[in-house]
């Protein structure tokens, strides 16, 4: 059975710096993986969606990078800003399954 | 296009009743997912449509939960009787390509 799981739950950085969020997956035989952004009482917005034969992608300063063979996934947040406060989910996609993690709440200090 | 419209936001009722939610995906989107979210459990897909079709519902709880998707405009996710343990947000979703989905805003049920 797929888990995921995204540590720390909880993240507090000052503003500017870069940082790195961590996702890890049980199951290798993925089709894709996402990240979503979530603020408060909000849905969800996909940030990055990596195939499974992809190694990262970009947009602006996010950068999503995927490691198949050792379950894990990573996001990137280059000079970080107020506005990146959110919490950060990623999903693995595999058989019409969708298995999302339980999130990295970030929050940047201004 | 507005996005993915949910009704209520917010729903307070008590044990026992019956709830429906209501979902209005994109238009032109072909899948539509029910999505539940609780801290405990995180995020749960529930059951997804492709062209009004349920196509996996194995996430769904129990009997008490039914979805139906009559036209591609409308999808409604029902529980009855409701019970506290229900309390949760729910979320729909709809895409083009199943899997890079837009969401609602939600809608937050409390059971008392």
């Known amino acids: 059975k797929q888990e995921v799981t995204q540590i720390p739950a909880a993240l507090s950085v000052p503003e500017g710096e870069n940082l790195v969020l961590n996702c890890s997956f049980t199951?290798?035989?993925?089709?894709?993986l996402q990240w979503f952004r979530q603020d408060p009482g909000k849905g969800l917005t996909s940030l990055l969606l990596?195939?499974?034969?992809?190694r990262e992608q970009t947009s602006g300063r996010l950068n999503a990078s995927l490691d198949k063979s050792s379950g894990r996934s990573t996001l990137y947040i280059a000079a970080s800003q107020p506005g990146d406060s959110a919490t950060y989910l990623c999903?693995?996609?595999?058989?019409?399954?969708?298995?999302f993690g339980k999130g990295t709440r970030l929050h940047i200090l201004p | 296009d507005a996005g993915v419209i949910q009704s209520p936001r917010h729903e307070v009722t008590e044990m026992g009743q019956e709830v429906t939610l209501r979902c209005k995906p994109i238009?032109?989107?072909?899948?539509l997912f029910w999505y539940r979210q609780t801290m405990m459990r995180g995020l749960e897909l529930l059951i997804y449509?492709?062209?009004?079709?349920?196509?996996?519902d194995s996430g769904m709880p129990e009997d008490r939960f039914s979805a139906k998707m009559p036209n591609a405009s409308f999808s409604t996710l029902k529980i009855q009787p409701s019970e506290p343990r229900d309390s949760a947000v729910y979320f729909c979703?709809?895409?083009?390509?199943?899997?890079?989905?837009?969401f609602g805003p939600g809608t937050r049920l409390t059971v008392t």
């Open positions: 999903a693995v996609n595999r058989d019409d399954k969708i298995i």
């Open positions: 449509f492709n062209n009004n079709v349920p196509i996996d």
């Open positions: 990596i195939q499974s034969s992809q």
């Open positions: 979703a709809s895409s083009f390509v199943q899997f890079e989905q837009y």
């Open positions: 238009s032109g989107h072909d899948y």
């Open positions: 199951d290798s035989a993925i089709y894709n």
